[in-house]
């Protein structure tokens, strides 16, 4: 049987087809030191664990009814999608082993978007920073190899971190997906220090030349996690941006656009990382509601979805989704 072209991402506007749709789990590290790795959060929700012994315990033990309000929140944005005929897969739970699996450092299955992502017709494994998020592809990987069996595009990793110093090894190459934004030929690679690195970009630079894809690096404050929480690209002509959070200001390519800014406070918030369905359709919460003026006086429809208790993990709306197809002629 002749394979199709069911993958290829254009954009981050362009209308989307098919989505992984994340699920909701979280173990915290069992090693206190492991704890660094949520220090970019906001200080409130910080506070929320302060005095908790968190150590080692599962979210939903710890906190059932933000876990049951967690499932819901995903389950509420399943429901805008499918409204708008997106086929949305979701990946497995993780397995008992796998929760027991370097079991030091935690494990989560919370956030889709960066332990893999879709560029053109290319499915990309990324390399994640943080310890505890290395081998969050694992539930997902069953999706990817079907998905691409039965279609025309690549499936390839990026290299596996270098650790010859040590888990603390800042080598990678590193890659997250939240720092991957499409613009046509035109990816957009952030790089804060926190997730992404020079050596991963450099690595995807190298792959996607293949294609004639332009790649441009994205500088960022080192409280910045990823290119996609300062931002998103709404339609063509149309950004949603924080500047402040930008070392070297608005990208060359996007220095025209039209710009809704967001402050470097409400960044922290995930104001940025709301969801296009396509150039007219855009989902957000609705916590920010001047940013949510501000899209409908550009004539854009705005979905609204309560993810209060994502955010206070550190993604929205993007974070809990990724691709495969994003395309008009698909």
Request: aromatic content about 10%.
């Amino acid at each position: 049987m002749d394979k199709v072209q069911t993958i290829y991402v254009e954009s981050e506007f362009a209308p989307l087809r098919t989505v992984v749709l994340t699920q909701s789990e979280l173990v915290f590290p069992h090693e206190k030191d492991n704890g660094g790795d949520y220090d970019f959060l906001p200080e409130e929700i910080l506070d929320l664990y302060e005095g908790v012994d968190i150590a080692g315990k599962n979210y939903k033990d710890l906190f059932p009814e933000r876990q049951r309000q967690w499932e819901q929140e995903r389950e509420n944005l399943k429901t805008i999608l499918e409204k708008y005929g997106v086929r949305v897969l979701r990946p497995r739970l993780l397995t008992d082993y796998e929760k027991e699996f370097n079991k030091e450092c935690g494990c989560s299955n919370f956030f889709v978007r960066d332990p893999f992502f879709t560029i053109g017709s290319s499915v990309i494994e990324g390399s994640l920073h943080f310890f505890h998020r290395r081998n969050e592809i694992w539930p997902v990987r069953d999706i990817l190899m079907q998905e691409t069996s039965v279609s025309d595009a690549f499936y390839v990793s990026v290299p596996q971190a270098d650790m010859a110093t040590g888990i603390d090894s800042e080598a990678g190459p590193f890659l997250e997906g939240g720092d991957i934004l499409i613009w046509g030929k035109t990816v957009f690679v952030g790089n804060s220090g926190l997730a992404s690195n020079h050596n991963g970009f450099l690595w995807l630079k190298s792959y996607l030349s293949h294609w004639d894809y332009r790649v441009i690096e994205v500088p960022l404050r080192e409280d910045v996690l990823h290119l996609d929480c300062a931002l998103s690209l709404v339609r063509e002509g149309l950004m949603i941006i924080c500047e402040e959070a930008m070392l070297n200001g608005v990208p060359e390519p996007l220095k025209n656009w039209d710009r809704i800014s967001v402050s470097y406070q409400d960044v922290a918030h995930l104001a940025v990382n709301g969801l296009p369905v396509n150039e007219q359709v855009y989902i957000t919460d609705p916590a920010f509601e001047q940013l949510v003026g501000e899209l409908e006086k550009r004539n854009i429809h705005v979905e609204l979805v309560d993810f209060q208790i994502s955010r206070s993990l550190g993604g929205s709306l993007r974070c809990s989704t990724q691709p495969l197809c994003r395309s008009y002629f698909i």
